[in-house]
């Protein structure tokens, strides 16, 4: 975690641990951090690029609300990007099962697995990302 409580994102935006600060300031007890808030604070972890935090909060909120594919497929990208990837393969193709047609989570499978050296098994995710992207070109994360 930041260290200070002062600190700025490059985009002016307060780091993701001075808001959490800040929601206990006026508090006359501890309280349990929210769902919602560890989604938001995991979010603001990962655009601060830092993947590993990022990860650890979203596998509770993932374990929180298994229904939901965003946080899931958040963690995936949190694990690919702090080079997890056998996590981050597990989480993508459980998005996979549950939404066969998120494009994202196909793209991200392929690239996972590009990235492991299993050229020959991506393709076949990377075909199946561009079929679903209808044309629109795949953003690679």
Known sequence: MIDNFNSYRPDGEPTADRWVTALSLFDDKEREET???????AGLFFEAKQYAEAARLL?????EAPEQTAPRLLLARA???S??????EEQLREVI????VEHYAHLMLGRTLQRQG???EAGTWLRMAAAFSFGQAPEAD
């Open 35 to 41: 769902t919602a808030e560890r989604w938001e604070r």
């Open 59 to 63: 596998v509770q909120v993932v374990e």
């Open 79 to 81: 694990y690919y990007h």
């Open 83 to 88: 080079a997890q990837l056998r996590r981050a």
């Open 97 to 100: 099962a549950r939404d066969p």
């Open 118 to 120: 299993r050229a020959r």
